[in-house]
């Protein structure tokens, strides 16, 4: 049996006081590994770059302080691999062969939108730069989601700006208030605080490993009012501020189906995620919000969510057996901002599978987070807020969490205060040992990210037995 320190045992009494016995939800308390089921995990290594929220308008110069490391730690918490980078990141994949694919925040974006990023590039596991692509110009620049395709190419979401006559000559009304000549004031603005003018619709480029455009398809292409197209008019109420703005449809994710030959994407502000056809660049399915499109009905005043399920959603992923997942915010939700992860069968419009706590403000977070489901069934859920990394199994028992304790690349904590530094991540994945990524690849422990802080689940374990995470 081990002893608690002084210091363990004060810091623990003040968690335990604040946090349930199940998982962690306290926005104060322990950082680091939190809870570990050897008998219940998925088995493996968890990949994650913290990302602080820009707290400045002025994008150009840079004013986030995020890391400029890619960290990958063991299921006991101990790093075992680092890259280092010349940019603060957005968030980054691992690659099956090794090489790590990263989207990273460059001087000169155009807008200030959260998730612009504006450069993806492409590591090898020794950090040499083996491949980028910039989409960063007064009139585009990239943002959120990207995918390696089978073929090589890479898919990549950009922001494209359509001026105010452009927008009205495409039929947008020039009494909406959203919408203007001369630009808006804050937080529809560009770099250095200067105002937007008109709107900057999504769209998605795929690349070649040469730097070419292979396919694109335009939200600008797809206007119009029928179920397979984008209303130039439709947006969310002004109440909900930079939601209804120059920043009109926000994409977050974009995934490419290679068994069906299409592509899923995400948007936030539409809350409804699209399956678009490669070969027919038809939208081809489409759920979340059938208001947008006049097949519902919209949210009416307090407590009345209407027919929208989404809302403020990101990450949409592919799984196997053809369903869809996505991580459900539940920004602005009339009936409550709650969070949720679903499973959608998309040949039904069912959800299969969902998590969300009873109190339903568990591991809320308003913006970003992801889901990623585990081949063993589990899930890994990403709660970007407070840092909260977590896995739950397909019963909704918490067997694996990790906070965050890392703010930038020189501050590490063992317990978030208040007065702490943001200790955000906007997606972590975990990849099982058996991934080709690891193949012949040193994976020593080589200590933890917060050194010298106590052992947190296991002083949890011995203040709450050995299966309280599984509660």
């Given at each position: 049996m081990f002893r608690l320190t002084s210091l363990a045992t004060a810091l623990l009494s003040l968690f335990m006081l604040s946090a349930p016995a199940s998982a962690y939800e306290a926005i104060t308390g322990p950082l680091g590994l939190l809870a570990y089921d050897k008998a219940k995990a998925y088995d493996g290594y968890t990949l994650f770059t913290p990302h602080t929220k820009v707290s400045s308008w002025i994008v150009d110069k840079i004013q986030d302080p995020g890391s400029r490391k890619t960290y990958l730690i063991d299921m006991e918490g101990n790093i075992v691999h680092t890259w280092k980078h010349d940019h603060p990141a957005f968030y980054a994949e691992l690659l099956p062969n090794g090489n790590l694919l990263r989207a990273e925040k460059i001087a000169g974006s155009p807008v200030n939108f959260g998730g612009w990023y504006g450069l993806l590039r492409e590591y090898a596991w020794d950090?040499?730069?083996?491949?980028?692509?910039?989409?960063?110009?007064?009139?585009?620049?990239?943002?959120?989601?990207?995918?390696?395709?089978?073929n090589g190419n890479t898919a990549i979401l950009i922001w494209e700006n359509k001026t105010y006559d452009e927008a009205l000559a495409k039929g947008r009304d020039p009494k909406d208030k959203a919408l203007s000549r001369n630009g808006m004031p804050a937080p529809g603005q560009g770099p250095d605080g200067q105002p937007l003018q008109g709107i900057w619709p999504d769209a998605i480029l795929e690349v070649t490993p040469k730097g070419e455009i292979a396919w694109e398809w335009h939200v600008w292409d797809n206007i119009g009012t029928g179920p397979d197209q984008i209303d130039i008019n439709w947006h969310l109420p002004l109440s909900m501020g930079y939601f209804a703005r120059a920043d009109w449809t926000h994409w977050n994710s974009v995934r490419y189906n290679a068994k069906t030959d299409q592509y899923a994407v995400n948007s936030r502000d539409f809350g409804e995620i699209y399956i678009i056809d490669r070969k027919t660049k038809k939208i081809?399915?489409?759920?979340?919000?059938?208001?947008?499109?006049?097949?519902?009905?919209?949210?009416?005043?307090y407590h009345d969510d209407g027919d929208q399920v989404l809302f403020g959603s990101h990450d949409v992923e592919w799984l196997p057996n053809g369903n869809i997942s996505i991580f459900n915010n539940g920004t602005h939700r009339p009936s409550a901002n709650r969070s949720s992860v679903m499973e959608i069968n998309p040949a039904t419009n069912q959800v299969v599978w969902q998590y969300e706590t009873k109190d339903h403000n568990s591991f809320y977070s308003d913006f970003q987070?992801?889901?990623?489901?585990?081949?063993?069934?589990?899930?890994?859920?990403?709660?970007?807020?407070?840092?909260?990394?977590?896995e739950v199994t397909p019963d909704k028992q918490v067997v694996w969490e990790y906070n965050n304790p890392i703010s930038t690349d020189d501050q590490a904590y063992c317990v978030k205060r208040d007065d702490n530094p943001e200790t955000q991540v906007h997606r972590a994945y975990r990849y099982g040992k058996d991934f080709p990524a690891f193949a012949g690849k040193d994976l020593k422990p080589q200590g933890k990210l917060a050194a010298g802080c106590p052992d947190w689940h296991l002083l949890l374990e011995f203040r709450q037995g050995p299966n309280f995470s599984s509660k």
């Open positions: 950090g040499k730069v083996v491949w980028e692509y910039k989409v960063s110009n007064p009139r585009q620049i990239a943002h959120h989601g990207f995918d390696r395709l089978p081809v399915w489409r759920y979340g919000n059938p208001a947008t499109h006049g097949m519902g009905k919209a949210p009416s005043g987070s992801a889901a990623q489901k585990l081949p063993n069934g589990n899930w890994f859920i990403t709660s970007t807020n407070n840092g909260h990394l977590f």
